[in-house]
């Protein structure tokens, strides 16, 4: 396997990410910049203050979690009553077929006992 990067790809990496010292006087600039007057925030006794947002996000999510399970729920057991729906009206069919075929050959066989055919035309079936 050839590699993609020249053999001084390390040492160019390790100059680029080497620490750098702030320039003269970074600090006092930086120090003159912040308010002098800051004032503590308040702190409540039992927790941190947290938005109202936060505050509600486990139970919201929570809620939509339980309202996509029962409409899921709900979606599948509709689709199982349509699919059961269907097969009971392909089974009522199938029988339907089935009776008719049986009646039509009841019809046959009611037909060739009460109208036999003649003696002279049977043939010998010992």
Known sequence: MTDKFPGNFEDELRRALRPVDAPDGFTDRLMSALP??????PVRANAAPRALSHRFAMPA???ASLLAAVLLGQ?????NE????????????????ALRVTSQKLDLV??????????GDEENRS
């Open 36 to 41: 002098t007057d800051a004032k503590p925030m």
């Open 82 to 97: 349509r699919r059961a729906e269907q097969q009971g009206r392909e089974a009522s069919l199938e029988l339907m077929q």
């Open 110 to 119: 009611y037909e060739a006992v009460n109208n036999p055919p003649p003696a």
């Open 61 to 63: 999510a929570l809620a």
């Open 75 to 79: 979606h599948v057991a509709v689709e």
